[in-house]
């Protein structure tokens, strides 16, 4: 049963206004969203908004606030990084890195600590054919060489011969008159 029956005329007569209050409301309810309504729509506002302080609202923002609320890493998620990167003008970039400045902070004994010089050398003696060349150079160093002690050889058989021819007082012979050869002079 209901509270109110049980207490008679008096919960009556409390009920009734109760009744009368809610209707009341429901009603008051829809006239208060109708003028609101009315009200908002002669509400010009770009007027209102050009009215708003924005330094002082700005002032009144709590930043570090706000930042921690935000979610750094889910903004990052949404990101596509390779439509990023592909708007990046990669010369104008280049053009603004101070190279000089990039040099100065570079510790090239540390970079050159960092090679292993033995294995470069031997990659470079591994792309130049050295026995070759030590050949190549060293036989044509033996060549020349062979030629001019065979041609000093000569020489000093012909002085020894004419020496000796003077010696001995002898006559040259038609081998003796025959012009040496000019020194060779290796290069």
């Known amino acids: 049963m209901d509270a109110h029956r049980d207490t008679g005329i008096a919960g009556t007569l409390l009920f009734v206004p109760r009744l009368v209050l809610r209707a009341a409301g429901a009603g008051l309810d829809a006239v208060v969203r109708e003028l609101l309504a009315a009200v908002v729509r ?54 603004r890195v101070d ?16 090679i292993d010089l033995v294995a470069l050398v031997l990659d470079v ?19 020349e060489t062979v030629e001019a002690v065979r041609e000093r050889g000569i020489r000093a058989d012909r002085l020894v011969t004419q020496l000796t021819d003077r010696l001995l007082r002898r006559m040259p012979d038609a081998r003796n008159g025959i012009p040496l050869p000019p020194p060779v002079r290796p290069a």
């Open 42 to 95: 002669r509400i010009e506002l770009d007027d209102v908004v050009s009215r708003v302080d924005v330094d002082r609202v700005v002032e009144r923002v709590d930043v570090d606030r706000v930042v921690e609320r935000v979610d750094v890493d889910r903004i990052v998620s949404r990101v596509d990084v390779n439509r990023v990167v592909r708007r990046v003008d990669v010369d104008q970039v280049v053009d």
């Open 99 to 114: 190279v000089d400045a990039i040099a100065r902070r570079l510790d090239v004994d540390a970079v050159i600590a960092r």
């Open 125 to 143: 003696l591994a792309e130049i054919d050295v026995q070759r060349i030590a050949r190549e150079a060293g036989s044509g160093m033996t060549r």
